[in-house]
């Protein structure tokens, strides 16, 4: 079984600043996927930025970037140049690739905001 | 593309009643989940379907709990004889598969709370 753990369960950061969110899984699976999620205030949750394990690049999304670390099964959500906007619940999940892919696993989540 | 639907958006029902929630995915998706998501937690896997075919269900999902998606288009998720610990935000999320991209897209949730 796969668990994913976010051992920061807040944080702020000053608008324009950066701030980076911290993720660790377990896994014994070598083809996945890693994803973090937001959640605004009282809104579905949307994609931020996903990572195919398989690929040693670095994923980025503007002003996201991730840095995936798959030997010590770590990957962590950078945010750069911080916004009002990005005030939300971050979540980091972990999902199983291939034909027998299925569900995703969440950790606990971030509740990150931003101050002006 | 609307995004997926959820529907009702509340409900607030009394211990024992049965409820039923329906899901709407994005129409070419051909997997559709259902996740629980009480507070301060991250969504926790209940089901998920490719199509119709019911592939996978978590430990979590007692006998109360049942899922169905007919002609594998919308879902609907029922709870029977409804506990207090059942109150909690249910999310459907949903994916084409075989895309190389896997990526869920979430709907709004139902909030159940249970009085």
């Known amino acids: 079984a796969q668990t994913v753990t976010q051992s920061q369960p807040e944080m702020s950061v000053q608008e324009a600043e950066t701030v980076t969110l911290s993720c660790t899984y377990d896994?014994?699976?070598?083809?996945?996927?890693l994803f973090w999620y937001k959640q605004p205030p009282s809104r579905q949750m949307i994609l931020v930025i996903r990572q195919e394990a398989y690929k040693q690049q670095n994923a980025t999304e503007n002003r996201f970037s991730v840095n995936f670390q798959k030997a010590a099964k770590s990957f962590s959500l950078k945010i750069s140049d911080s916004q009002l906007g990005d005030t939300a619940m971050y979540f980091c999940a972990f999902m199983k690739q291939g034909t027998n892919a299925g569900k995703s696993t969440f950790g606990d989540g971030t509740t990150l905001t931003v101050k002006p | 593309d609307t995004g997926v639907s959820q529907d009702p958006r509340h409900k607030i029902t009394k211990r024992g009643q049965n409820v039923t929630f329906r899901c709407d995915p994005i129409?070419?998706?051909?997997?559709l989940y259902w996740y629980r998501q009480t507070l301060g937690q991250g969504p926790e896997f209940l089901t998920y379907f490719q199509n119709e075919a019911q592939l996978e269900k978590s430990r979590l999902l007692s006998d109360r709990f049942s899922a169905e998606r007919p002609k594998g288009s919308f879902s609907t998720l029922e709870i029977q004889r409804t506990e207090q610990g059942d109150s909690a935000m249910y999310l459907c999320?949903?994916?084409?598969?075989?895309?190389?991209?896997?990526?869920?897209?979430f709907g709004p949730g139902t909030r159940l709370t249970v009085t």
């Open positions: 896994t014994s699976e070598n083809n996945y996927y």
């Open positions: 999320a949903s994916s084409l598969t075989g895309q190389g991209r896997d990526e869920q897209y």
């Open positions: 129409s070419e998706h051909n997997r």
